[in-house]
């Protein structure tokens, strides 16, 4: 089972990216995916969540109306894009499947994480 993120880079602030997350090995159509981010010297945070199966969303503030989550079933992919990006986006930004379907928010509760993938912002 992998999920492979990917779509990282650099931007200038203001700019967009579009993150990906592949899934291989199993179907996710029964779980919530995930994104979250992790800044150097801060803890895992929560980005957005997409529930598989009815297409559920949610997002942190921090990020609610600049970025939007979609999913392809046909290519058992998730997105993650990312417009007028600020510097304290910056982070390693990782995808997860949650399989229990509960507590989006907690990293502790996705049981599946793919490696990160790089964004970083420049003022």
């Known amino acids: 089972v992998q999920l492979q993120a990917s779509g990282g880079g650099l931007v200038q602030a203001g700019g967009s990216l579009r993150l990906s997350c592949a899934a291989s090995g199993r179907t996710f159509s029964d779980s919530g995916m995930g994104w979250f981010r992790q800044a150097p010297g801060k803890e895992r945070e929560f980005v957005s969540v997409?529930?598989?199966?009815?297409?559920?969303?949610y997002y942190a503030d921090s990020v609610k109306g600049r970025f939007t989550i979609s999913r392809d079933n046909a290519k058992n992919t998730v997105y993650l894009q990312m417009n007028s990006l600020k510097p304290e986006d910056t982070a390693v930004y990782y995808c997860?499947?949650?399989?229990?379907?509960?507590?989006?928010?907690?990293?502790?509760?996705?049981?599946?994480w793919g490696r990160g993938t790089q964004v970083t912002v420049s003022s």
């Open positions: 997409i529930r598989w199966r009815d297409g559920y969303i």
């Open positions: 997860a499947a949650n399989t229990d379907n509960s507590d989006y928010t907690l990293p502790q509760r996705y049981n599946y």
